[in-house]
């Protein structure tokens, strides 16, 4: 009987370790602040864990605070464990391309950059494509409508120019970030976007 129980309390545990490993962990939006005033906030959590992968991967170093790629041997698949939940948030993800091609994935939202176009996919479908230079960026903004339905603007952000469209985000929405083999470019901190009305 007592050996039977510490089986039970053995596999429990097991199942407990399993289920904690797998669980990720929710990125939490610090708030808009003061109208305004408000200066964006680093992604701490996010950055932490994408500097430490990304520290460790061919072809790569960081400098000044930036991801620096250029020309890995093969393609570079970030798949974090943070997730962005359902709250009004907006996130910006600075970035620069030289050459090559980026892929940003945002649940089942995907962003994939060539250092002359973008195309945006909602669940594998594409949804806008747009032939544009000095990409600085996308940006992401989750709220409510008017009818108090969550809604989910994305956005291209280029040289003093910023290209959209709605689109609905699934939650939890996992962060992953695929540098194809020979890209060069540079990679920000994620940042809250915060000082909004």
């Known amino acids: 009987m007592i050996k039977k129980i510490n089986i039970i309390l053995i596999f429990t545990i097991f199942i407990s370790t399993l289920v904690l490993a797998n ?7 610090p708030g808009n602040g003061i109208p305004i005033l408000s200066k964006d906030k680093p992604v701490r959590k996010f950055n932490d864990k994408m500097f430490d ?6 072809g790569v170093t960081i400098k000044d605070k930036n991801i620096l790629f250029k020309e890995s041997e093969s393609d570079i698949l970030f798949e974090s464990q943070c997730f962005l939940s359902k709250e009004p948030l907006t996130l910006k993800i ?5 050459k090559g091609k980026i892929t940003i994935s945002i649940g089942k939202i995907d962003f994939v950059i060539t250092p002359t176009r973008a195309i945006i996919y909602e669940n594998d479908t594409e949804m806008k494509s747009k032939d544009i230079s000095g990409i600085k960026g996308i940006s992401l903004n989750t709220g409510y409508g008017l009818d108090n339905v ?3 603007n994305v956005y291209i952000v280029s040289d003093g120019y910023a290209d959209g469209l709605r689109v609905k985000l699934a939650f939890p929405s996992y962060i992953t970030i695929r540098v194809s083999r020979g890209s060069i470019g ?11 009305l």
Not at 23 to 29: E, M, N, P, R
Not at 94 to 98: A, G, I, K, R, T
Request: hydrophobic letters at 40%.
């Open 150 to 152: 969550p809604e989910t």
């Open 94 to 98: 600075p970035f620069m391309l030289q």
């Open 186 to 196: 540079i990679f920000e901190k994620f940042m809250w976007g915060r000082g909004y």
């Open 53 to 58: 992968f990304f520290s460790k991967q061919q």
């Open 23 to 29: 669980v990720g962990i929710s990125l939490k939006y």
